[in-house]
């Protein structure tokens, strides 16, 4: 049977995953397109229930096929989608050798590609802090290109709970980051206008700045370029 209206009690509840209160409530979360679906599969992480436009054969086999427009009614994207999974929230404790610390970062899409960069690089996991955008939300699941479902996330309310040597990145402070090190290493990062708080930067191990020509580097960048110098083979 096809789903065909917007109000079927299914699509409502689609519908409430977009607010960050229900996925906080019932520990789901939405991810929309054939890429997400496919990076949640390849991460052996399987939807609690799939949505697919019908006669696309997206998906797998019990995905519940809906009439494309009542699918494209319960998407956030602009342009709609074919496809939609629901996907539990995993959360971990902080692991190193590698951590990536985020506090303060409001945007989104700066938690989504931060997750992408700490897959790429390497990163053991992701620790969101106060105030960090939410990264099960839409545009953040999008940003991440699936790093979400392949990287372990976790909280946490302050350093003391962060794993290894603690590093504060602060704009122009400190010593160059240099990397890598000889034992587990957590890297912390806040957000572009505020930074971290200073009681956070004080009870850290260490304090250091990426050496930049500009002004300053957005979350997800910093982020990025910090991993990168702690994977980084030196040369001989």
């Known amino acids: 049977m096809t789903i065909t ?3 079927n009690p299914q699509l409502k509840e689609l519908r409430r995953l977009h607010r960050r209160r229900d996925r906080d409530r019932t520990q789901r979360f939405l991810a929309e397109g054939e890429d997400l679906i496919a990076a949640a599969r390849q991460a ?3 939807p609690l229930v799939g949505y697919r436009v019908a006669g696309s054969g997206l998906g797998a086999p019990d995905f519940i096929d809906v009439a494309g427009d009542a699918l494209a009614a319960v998407s956030t994207l602009g342009s709609g989608t074919r496809v939609i999974g629901v996907y539990a929230q ?3 404790a902080p692991t190193g050798p590698l ?3 985020l506090h303060g970062v ?3 899409g700066n938690v989504g590609t931060a997750l992408r960069g ?3 690089l390497g990163a053991s996991s992701v620790v969101l802090g106060p105030g960090c955008a939410d990264p099960h939300g839409p545009k953040a699941v999008r940003a991440s290109m699936g790093a979400v479902f392949a990287v372990a996330l976790a909280r946490a309310a302050g350093p003391e709970e962060l794993p290894g040597e603690r590093i504060a990145l602060v704009a122009r402070a400190g010593e160059p980051l240099r ?3 000889s034992g587990p290493v957590t890297l912390c990062v806040g957000a572009e206008r505020d930074g971290l708080p200073d009681d956070f930067v004080a009870a850290a191990d260490r304090v250091a700045h990426i050496p930049i020509a500009g002004e300053s580097l957005n979350a ?3 982020a990025t370029v910090a991993l990168y110098e702690m994977t980084r083979v030196p040369s001989p």
């Open 118 to 120: 700490a897959v790429a």
């Open 106 to 108: 409001h945007d989104p």
């Open 99 to 101: 951590c990536l610390y």
């Open 5 to 7: 209206s917007p109000h």
């Open 220 to 222: 997800a960048m910093a």
């Open 90 to 92: 995993r959360w971990a």
């Open 179 to 181: 990397g890598p090190t």
């Open 44 to 46: 052996a992480r399987p």
